[in-house]
Every structure is written in C-alpha cells, then in structure tokens.
C-alpha cells in the first residue's frame, strides 16, 4: 500500500502531491515500483496537525480518487474517519476506507462500508484517552469495540482487516513491544495491515532524518510480515517490496521459519 498524502503539512512528504497532475505522477511510480494499493489522505495525522473540516478533506482527495479511478490500475483506498468523505470517496472510485479512528469517531462510517461492499481498515488508536498498562490488551479491547461497530453495520468479515496504529499516541519502546508481541493479535481472527513508515520511533532507532527512514521501515516490515502481518503501508516501495520478498522467499522455504527462530 502506497501511501499518496495530498496535504500541504503531512510528517513525511507535506505539499509534495497537492496538485492533481502530481498526485497521478506518483501513484503511476508507486505502481511501478510495485504498489498494488495507493492510500490517498486529505488531513495530516501527524501528532500535532491542525484538524480541517471536511469539505476542505474532499476537496483535496476527490479529483485525485477520480482520476485514479479513470485509470483503472489501482486498487484505491481512502483515508479518513468521515463517513461522508468516505462516501463520497468510494462514489468516486475509491475501494477501501482506511479509518484511523477505528469506526469509533464516525460509526456511520461502518455502515457505508457495509452498504457498498468497500474494504475497511480499522486502525487501533491510544489519542485522546487513557491507555490500558498492557500494550496487547489495550489493543484487544480496542479493536473488538470497532469490531463490534462494524459487526452491527453487517460489514462482511473477509473485507476487514485490522491496524495496530504504530505510532498513535505511542512512544518508541511501546511501538517495539507492539512489533515483537504482534502475533498474539492474531487471536481477533483478521489480517493485519502495518503503518511504520519512517514513523518517529524509527528515528530515534537511527538516528535517521524522516526522508532519510525506508531501510528501517523495511526492517520493521520484515519483522512484521514474519509475524503474519499482510499489508505495509510505506512511501518507500521499492525497499520494502525486496525486503518483503526475501521475507516471503524464507516463509515459503522448507526451513521451517518461525519468528521464534
């Protein structure tokens, strides 16, 4: 999952795709390098960002949807918490809503989801409350309340997948202890989807400027994907497409890998 953030104050690459001719310029290399997604974002989710409204959200991310979608060569995912920038966005050509509020800020946002058939992303979130002291149980009790939001709009369960939100509201030895302890949320029943890239945590790892973060994303996602995770949302494509497959190549292999090993 290519990550096209059309926002002019976005942590990693802020004002870089606001123009439309750009946004397609990219997601058409993304592809290229080997993106089979293209996640597009109209408000910043950086710690910190000033909210917008949701007009001003739209009115980034709906030309960009539509051209997209004229193309036809991209599975297309939106990223907001709105359920009528989600509508709007699927109306447009979108696939999947990726929702890094988890269905808990708009619930309606299931019921859209629900409604068109779209896939959808629920990432978990520690913002604005209070976090249980285990990293794994406050994800657990998280994920089955967006889990039963979305039960009850009848989203269909194999167009789920779930996020661990690396990064929201969690400082870097929580996002390590989240990484080596990801297997046991494979006890909720649901891929996973993982959003490290160039992340801060990364940085204070190396030292590393934000541009300056994709081998070690790679790294996390090999780490990741050998604990069963299906999906990386990167900037960086290329390395974490090699990395992947080298990870790929060991599970596949008849050495027996486990992340134990």
Same mark, same amino acid.
């Given at each position: 999952?290519?990550? =096209? ?52 959200? @739209? @009115?980034? $991310? =709906?030309?960009?949807?539509?051209? =997209? ?27 999947? $809503?990726?929702? $890094? ?29 209070? &976090? ?37 509201? *969690? ?6 202890? &989240? ?5 046991? =949320? ?13 992340? @801060? ?11 300056? @973060?994709? $081998? ?10 050998? *604990? ?34």
């Amino acid at each position: 999952m290519g990550v =096209l953030n059309v926002t002019p104050d976005s942590f990693s690459d802020g004002g870089a795709f606001v123009d439309t001719n750009q946004a397609l310029i990219r997601a058409k290399e993304m592809q290229s390098q080997g993106a089979h997604i293209i996640d597009i974002g109209g408000e910043s989710t950086r710690p910190g960002a000033e909210p917008v409204d949701g007009e001003t959200e @739209r @009115r980034r $991310v =709906l030309p960009i949807i539509e051209k =997209l979608a004229e193309v036809g060569e991209f599975a297309i995912s939106i990223d907001t918490y709105r359920a009528e920038t989600a509508r709007q966005a699927i109306k447009a050509g979108a696939h999947i $809503v990726n929702d $890094v509020w988890g269905c808990q800020r708009e619930p309606d946002i299931a019921n859209i989801a629900a409604e068109t058939k779209a896939g959808l992303a629920i990432m978990h979130t520690g913002r604005d409350r209070e &976090l249980l002291p285990d990293i794994i149980e406050d994800q657990i009790t998280f994920l089955k309340r967006s889990l039963k939001i979305v039960a009850e709009a009848k989203v269909e369960p194999d167009h789920i997948i779930l996020d661990p939100g690396f990064g929201f509201a *969690k400082d870097a030895d929580m996002n390590l202890e &989240l990484l080596h302890r990801l297997k046991e =949320l494979h006890t909720l029943n649901h891929n996973f989807l993982i959003g490290t890239s160039r992340k @801060r945590f990364l940085g204070a790892i190396t030292g590393r400027e934000t541009q300056d @973060r994709g $081998v070690a994303t790679a790294a996390t996602s090999v780490v990741a994907r050998m *604990k069963g995770a299906a999906i990386f949302r990167v900037h960086d494509i290329e390395e974490n497409r090699d990395a992947l497959a080298v990870a790929d190549a060991l599970i596949a292999s008849s050495f027996g890998w486990t992340d134990n090993e």
